[in-house]
């Protein structure tokens, strides 16, 4: 398996520009969702999603867009970026049948110019 | 969700034990107790977790108060590796519940020293 992955690494955006973060799982999970970190703090919910073709707001939901068509991906999008979307972004997903636990992915690290 | 509070900072040594506090005097019967940790630049990676009995596995062992109102997490043998934010926090369990969202607060920033 190869876990939670994270398309791209690293972006730098221009304020106005719109981008997708990509995120893709491959454990058949039902529940993912997507969080920021800023630097030094802790990490915040944007949107989540607890099946197919259904998603939630988390804590810090604006100037950002999901959808989830497939089990496996999440994509996040940012609309118009602006500078105060500069952030480390986290994907997840849960395995919600025994656990609990949530397996993040290795981040996105956006910047807005 | 019910609070957690956990120190800002601790140092351990190398090859000694590290037991981390965090405090939860709000839970509710049905939150569980679950330690995540983060290390530099990747992201969050679970730990352990527990409702009221304590738990062990490959990576820690957590002791939770008769109470249930704080938890310590231990890791038996520190290694520089072990360097990282560690996270408290205390959840209802199951996908449909309403708390099932990872709130994460500032954490204990664990440095390994040699």
């Known amino acids: 398996n190869a876990g939670v992955t994270q398309t791209p690494k690293f972006q730098v955006l221009k304020t106005g520009q719109s981008m997708t973060l990509q995120c893709a799982q491959d454990?058949?999970?039902?529940?993912m969702s997507w969080y920021r970190q800023d630097p030094g703090m802790g990490l915040r919910l944007i949107h989540y999603?607890?099946?197919?073709?259904?998603?939630d707001q988390g804590e810090v939901p604006n100037g950002y867009n999901v959808s989830r068509s497939t089990t496996e991906d999440f994509p996040l999008r940012l609309l118009s970026a602006a500078p105060s979307q500069t952030s480390v972004y986290f994907c997840a997903s849960t395995d919600s049948l025994s656990t609990d636990t949530q397996y993040f992915g290795p981040g996105t690290r956006l910047t807005v110019l | 969700d019910a609070k957690t509070t956990q120190p800002t900072s601790m140092d351990c040594a190398e090859g000694r034990a590290a037991n981390l506090p965090c405090n939860h005097s709000?839970?509710?019967?049905?939150?569980?107790v679950y330690w995540y940790r983060q290390i530099h630049s990747q992201g969050p990676q679970y730990i352990i977790h527990g409702l009221k009995n304590n738990e062990t596995n490959e990576m820690a062992s957590l002791i939770i108060t008769e109470d249930r109102k704080s938890s310590t997490l231990i890791l038996p043998h520190a290694t520089l590796r072990d360097t990282a934010v560690y996270y408290c926090?205390?959840?209802?369990?199951?996908?449909?519940?309403?708390?099932?969202?990872?709130?994460f607060g500032g954490g204990t920033r664990v440095l390994v020293k040699p």
């Open positions: 454990m058949n999970h039902e529940y």
């Open positions: 709000t839970i509710s019967g049905n939150e569980y």
């Open positions: 999603s607890v099946g197919a073709g259904i998603t």
């Open positions: 926090i205390v959840k209802q369990m199951g996908i449909k519940a309403a708390g099932n969202k990872l709130t």
